[in-house]
Nanobody, 126 residues
Framework: VQLQASGGGLVQTGGSLRLSCAAS????????ISWFRQAPGKDREGVAC????????YYAGSVKGRFTISRDNAKNTVYLHMNSLEFEDTAVYYC????????????????????WGQGTQVTVSS
């Protein structure tokens, strides 16, 4: 069981990136998938979530309207489309999979997720 996050890089303020989270060993469509990020000296925070079963999506307030999470079951991959990137988006981004079906108050809790990818660095330069 493995999650592979990729797609990070260096981008200028206002630019875009697409992160990918590919799964091997299990089918992503049976899991809730979330993206988290962690900047130096800060706690890990939930960025976006796509819930199992119904595909309901949650977003952190700081990224709502700029980031979009999507799922491609045929490719067993979840994406995070990031637009209008800001310096404050600089962090290591992680994808995580959990068998839960979270609600608004719980989706961003890291302890709900059993499987984690290795992280991909996103750096936004001003």
């Amino acid at each position: 069981v493995q999650l592979q996050a990729s797609g990070g890089g260096l981008v200028q303020t206002g630019g875009s990136l697409r992160l990918s989270c590919a799964a091997s060993g299990f089918s992503l469509d049976y899991y809730t998938i979330s993206w988290f990020r962690q900047a130096p000296g800060k706690d890990r925070e939930g960025v976006a979530c796509i819930r199992r079963s119904d595909g309901y999506k949650y977003y952190a307030g700081s990224v709502k309207g700029r980031f979009t999470i999507s799922r491609d079951n045929a490719k067993n991959t979840v994406y995070l489309h990031m637009n209008s990137l800001e310096f404050e988006d600089t962090a290591v981004y992680y994808c995580a999979a959990g068998g839960v079906r979270p609600i608004l108050s719980s989706w961003a809790r890291p302890e709900l997720y059993e499987h984690w990818g290795q992280g991909t660095q996103v750096t936004v330069s001003s």
